[in-house]
């Protein structure tokens, strides 16, 4: 079974910019949520998709926003990047079988950087 | 003062060393999660528990319910074992959860 594919791997992007990131789950996974991670921060929760719907959400600005395909595939996107917006952005997915519902499996990420 | 508290930060042990990570949690849980992060970013769950200990290979999880702590150990530890650490806990948010995360422990085993 494939693992959890986000694309790209890294990202330069400028300013002002918008970014629009990819996330593959598992196969069969219906829930797909999205981090920041940062030195300063941490990881930081962004939002969680399950069929379709934003099911739960974290502190960010309007700036962050995601969609969850019916295929279970989400995207997240950044509007009017700013320099702060540099992180690695990591989504999980996780099942919803008895033993799998609450152990989230982790994408490789992607890198952003705002120039 | 943060939700989820790790420590210490960084750890650098000699091969072979007994390794114990610390996690204190200020909010009620149904589970915590230990995760691995090995430098380019890709994260490994290591563990879920909910109560007791739990044993994969050379890594041991045990959680106090009570307490509201955590630790993740390592017997022999080997320099592949060089990663961060990170503690999770989920905290219910309208219908569902959400993982708070420690800050992580940048662990350094050198041979």
């Known amino acids: 079974k494939a693992g959890v594919t986000q694309t790209p791997r890294y990202l330069i992007k400028t300013r002002g910019q918008q970014v629009t990131l990819s996330c593959s789950p598992i196969?069969?996974?219906?829930?797909v949520s999205w981090y920041q991670q940062t030195p300063g921060q941490g990881l930081q929760f962004l939002f969680e998709y399950f069929s379709e719907t934003q099911r739960n959400k974290g502190n960010f600005p309007g700036r962050f926003s995601g969609r969850q395909f019916s295929n279970s595939r989400s995207e997240m996107n950044v509007s009017t990047l700013e320099l702060g917006d540099s992180a690695l952005y990591l989504c999980a997915s996780s099942g919803t079988g008895l033993k799998t519902k609450n152990i989230q499996y982790f994408g490789a990420g992607t890198r952003l950087s705002v120039l | 003062k943060n939700e989820v508290e790790q420590s210490p930060q960084n750890l650098t042990a000699q091969e072979g060393e007994f390794i114990t990570i610390n996690c204190s949690y200020s909010v009620g849980i149904s589970a915590l999660h230990w995760l691995q992060q090995h430098p380019g970013g890709g994260i490994v769950s290591l563990f879920m528990?909910?109560?007791g200990k739990k044993k994969h290979g050379r890594l041991i999880a045990t959680i106090n319910i009570q307490e509201k702590h955590s630790s993740l150990h390592i017997t022999a530890s080997h320099p592949r074992d060089s990663a961060v650490y990170i503690c999770?806990?989920?905290?219910?948010?309208?219908?569902?959860?959400?993982?708070?995360f420690g800050k992580g422990t940048k662990l350094t085993v050198n041979p």
């Open positions: 196969s069969g996974h219906r829930s």
């Open positions: 999770a806990v989920p905290l219910r948010q309208g219908g569902s959860e959400k993982l708070v």
């Open positions: 528990l909910s109560s």
